[in-house]
Nanobody
C-alpha cells in the first residue's frame, strides 16, 4: 500500500552536488520519520541521514555531516537529500525509507523502502 519512489541520482564530478528526492504515497506522510541509506558494492547498507516527522530534527552520519542536508516538505509528501562537496567515497545506491519508530540509524527500524537511485562520483 505504501510506495516510495526515489530519484535524482546520476554521475557527478568530485566536489559537485546532487539533490535526491523521494515521494511517498499510500499513507499519511507526516506520521513517518524518514531516512536515507546507501549501499556501495561490497559494503553493508549504511545510514546517511534522518529527519523527524515534522522536519524539525535531523540526524547525519559522521561521514556526511556538514556536506549533506536532509529536509522534507509534508505538503508535497517528499523528502530530499541535498548532497554537496561530493566525494568518490559517496558512490553508492541511495535508498529512502519510512519509519513509524523514529529517524534512527538502524535499517531494521524502517518499514518501507524506495527502489534506490544510483549516485556515482568521479574523481
Amino acid at each position: 500500500q505504501v510506495q516510495l519512489v526515489d530519484s535524482g541520482g546520476g554521475l557527478v564530478q568530485a566536489g559537485g552536488s546532487l539533490r535526491l528526492s523521494c515521494t511517498f504515497s499510500g499513507r499519511t506522510f507526516s506520521r513517518y520519520s524518514m531516512g536515507w541509506f546507501r549501499q556501495a558494492p561490497g559494503k553493508e547498507r549504511e545510514f546517511v541521514a534522518g529527519v523527524s516527522r515534522g522536519g524539525v530534527n535531523t540526524y547525519y552520519a559522521d561521514s556526511v555531516k556538514g556536506r549533506f542536508t536532509i529536509s522534507r516538505d509534508n505538503a508535497k509528501n517528499t523528502v530530499y537529500l541535498l548532497m554537496n562537496s561530493l566525494e568518490p567515497e559517496d558512490t553508492a545506491v541511495y535508498y529512502c525509507a519510512a519509519s513509524t519508530r523514529g529517524a534512527v540509524p538502524n535499517s531494521s527500524m524502517y518499514d518501507y523502502w524506495g527502489q534506490g537511485t544510483q549516485v556515482t562520483v568521479s574523481s
